[in-house]
């Protein structure tokens, strides 16, 4: 962890949804809290990369801290925390 808080990469190998049984239009990418899409780093073996950041707050006690920044929100340890949302988002707007 830096000064500015716990930095973090992940990696897919593919844009490709897990399933996708409609063939729904779909924009790949790592939602942020706003809903937004994060720009994705294209590595040399085709895998994709996420880097981002997330920051630690003082929570109600020292036992809880609160994580924030673009791709958590929330107490630690809650279904929100980090990667909020899905990394697939239908055309339509809607998450898979």
């Known amino acids: 962890?830096?000064?500015?808080?716990?930095?973090?990469r992940l990696l897919r190998d593919n844009d490709v949804p897990p399933t996708n049984p409609f063939h729904l239009a779909y924009?790949?990418?790592?939602q942020d809290t706003s809903g937004n899409l994060a720009a994705r780093t294209q590595l040399p073996d085709g895998a994709i990369s996420f880097d981002?950041?997330?920051?630690?707050?003082?929570?109600?006690?020292?036992?809880?801290?609160?994580?924030?920044?673009?791709?958590?929100?929330?107490?630690?340890?809650?279904a929100s925390s980090i990667c909020r949302g899905?990394?697939?988002?239908?055309?339509?707007?809607?998450?898979a």
């Open 1 to 8: 962890m830096d000064q500015d808080g716990v930095r973090f």
């Open 27 to 30: 924009r790949f990418g790592l």
């Open 52 to 78: 981002f950041l997330v920051k630690v707050k003082q929570g109600k006690d020292c036992e809880h801290p609160v994580l924030t920044g673009l791709f958590a929100s929330g107490p630690l340890g809650t």
């Open 86 to 95: 899905g990394p697939w988002k239908m055309a339509s707007g809607s998450i």
